[in-house]
């Protein structure tokens, strides 16, 4: 392969071909020469990425005491990029796969479009790598020496049932027997209307299928990390930066899908507002505060209707703030359904329909209640709570809902 051919090349430009000869101004002499001859930045790295572990093998095998290669640079790929490959549209994709279909070559453009395999890949697939029952293909020995599996899209499963049903085969039997040419797929390409080579230089190959493969894995919102296995490369970055090719199209509908600056729809889609939604009740804690901000002690000494809440309980404000506050979280707690269907067990309604206090709770209206004008729905989820909690409370906090009562005047 690569690897081997630029090794043995390598070796043969040394003087006498000894280890003591393979310097970093050897390899950046052999290198420079690949660049004479008009290779690419990719070439020049693939070099010298071989020369390098190959060096650092030998000082692990105790055959060099340090690797003097590693020092020789990497050239920038971006900046020298030989073969740009585009995405292929949707129709063209349809139509070639239309022309594929008419000549038995569909299930092969499909694997490349639907699971990103390489030529060498569909050389190598056998029917026992084919799983229908879990829809999976298996990749074996493919660019990075290891097995690989990948979900098989229905389409592509399809056209290989349909493959197999036209041609009996055993597991160990070859997927594909006769390589799809370059040339081959040149005509395909041709027939559907395909250009090779489109006006900014960029190339349509057999490779490109999986540049478009990255492409609509980006626009279906798959994370990198996902897309980074689906195309089976060793770093998300080179399915980012070599197979993701976002347009224009792209990022317009990105902005498109913002929602506009200063409108409610974009301040409470982005939490922007401290705005209380709407209807909705004020908090236990906020009721007994009250509208004018004073506390519960301070309202029933300024009211004039009665006692001090203040002087009902024997501890400070904070020790009701945190009883009540628990309150209020086991009335947030409570289903939405419960509360509208509450009814206060210790108060029920005279003949009359209205209500009255028992010994033992406050005054806590049904929903049916309108004397006085007491209030409803939201208020009796709020009683609910003091209601169902009445017996566990503290002395001080009973006579500070009292209190509270009696102080309001209803």
Not at 379 to 391: H, Q, Y
Request: include cysteine; proline fraction near 6%.
């Amino acid at each position: 392969d690569n690897k081997q051919r630029h090794l043995g090349r390598l070796v043969e430009s040394l003087d006498d071909g000894r280890l003591s000869d393979l310097t970093a101004d050897a390899l950046e002499r052999y290198l420079r020469r690949l660049r004479d001859k008009g290779q690419s930045a990719r070439t020049w790295n693939l070099g010298r990425q071989v020369a390098v572990a190959f060096a650092s093998w030998c000082v692990k095998q105790g055959r060099l005491e340090s690797n003097p290669l590693s020092v020789v640079p990497k050239l920038n790929e971006q900046r020298d990029r030989r073969r740009v490959r585009r995405t292929l549209t949707d129709a063209e994709l349809a139509r070639l796969i239309d022309v594929a279909r008419k000549r038995g070559r569909e299930a092969w453009y499909l694997a490349c479009a639907f699971a990103g395999t390489r030529k060498g890949d569909l050389q190598r697939l056998t029917w026992a790598d084919v799983d229908f029952a879990d829809a999976t293909l298996t990749v074996r020995e493919g660019k990075a020496k290891r097995i690989d599996t990948l979900p098989m899209h229905p389409q592509l499963a399809d056209a290989l049932r349909r493959r197999l049903a036209e041609r009996p085969a055993v597991g160990s039997a070859r997927v594909f027997p006769e390589t799809v040419t370059d040339l081959t797929r040149r005509k395909d390409f041709e027939r559907a209307g395909i250009p090779l080579v489109d006006d900014d230089g960029r190339v349509a190959d057999l490779h490109a299928l999986r540049t478009t493969l990255g492409t609509q894995l980006a626009r279906a919102g798959v994370t990198p990390q996902v897309a980074q296995r689906m195309m089976r490369h060793s770093d998300y970055r080179t399915t980012l930066s070599h197979y993701t090719v976002l347009g224009l199209a792209d990022t317009a509908g990105a902005v498109a899908a913002l929602p506009c600056i200063g409108t409610p729809d974009a301040r409470q889609a982005t939490g922007t507002t401290d705005a209380r939604p709407e209807n909705e009740p004020p908090r236990i804690h906020q009721r007994m505060q009250g509208q004018s901000g004073q506390s519960v002690a301070q309202r029933g000494t300024s009211s004039g209707h009665g006692p001090s809440v203040a002087g009902a309980i024997n501890t400070d404000e904070n020790s009701v703030s945190s009883v009540v506050g628990g309150m209020e979280r086991r009335r947030l707690e409570r289903p939405t359904s419960s509360l509208q269907s509450w009814q206060p067990h210790a108060v029920t309604p005279d003949s009359t329909g209205t209500c009255e206090p028992t010994p033992d709770a406050p005054r806590a209206c049904p929903s049916s209640c309108g004397q006085n004008g007491h209030e409803s729905g939201d208020l009796d989820a709020d009683l609910a709570v003091v209601v169902e909690e009445w017996a566990s409370l503290p002395e001080p906090i009973k006579r500070a809902v009292v209190a509270m009562v009696e102080a309001s005047g209803k």
